[in-house]
């Protein structure tokens, strides 16, 4: 079956930096766009960066900048850099993998197919 495990949250204080990291199995990664999605308290989950099988990025205007989106096809890992925390960007953040033919990073969540757990980022100010 498909997995998605998140690693490398944790606790920074703002202008620090953090790299997540969502190790894929059970599907052809090369396939799949990846994307990463944060959800704070109160507030619905929203999109942060993607990244098309053919390398195409896209990020969250309030990202942009910032963090930094990347894919290991070989290891079936996808990245997400962060730098400059600010305290907004305390949230769980969260991988999704979308089945899609086209090279396109849709932003919505229920475009994606599959999810991994989560992983906490709290940024202290």
């Known amino acids: 079956q498909v997995q998605l495990v998140e690693s490398g949250g944790g606790l920074v204080q703002a202008g620090g930096s953090l790299r997540l990291s969502c190790a894929a199995s059970g599907l052809i990664f090369s396939s799949y766009v990846m994307g990463w999605f944060r959800q704070a308290p109160g507030k619905e989950r929203e999109f942060v960066a993607g990244i098309s099988w053919s390398g195409g990025t896209r990020y969250a205007d309030s990202v942009k900048g910032r963090f930094t989106i990347s894919r290991d096809n070989v290891k079936n890992t996808v990245y997400l850099q962060m730098n400059s925390l600010e305290s907004e960007d305390t949230a769980v953040y969260y991988c999704?993998?979308?089945?899609?033919?086209?090279?396109?990073?849709?932003?919505?969540?229920?475009?994606?197919?599959?999810w991994g757990q989560g992983t906490q980022v709290t940024v202290s100010s």
């Open positions: 999704a993998a979308e089945n899609i033919r086209l090279p396109v990073v849709h932003t919505t969540p229920d475009r994606m197919n599959y």
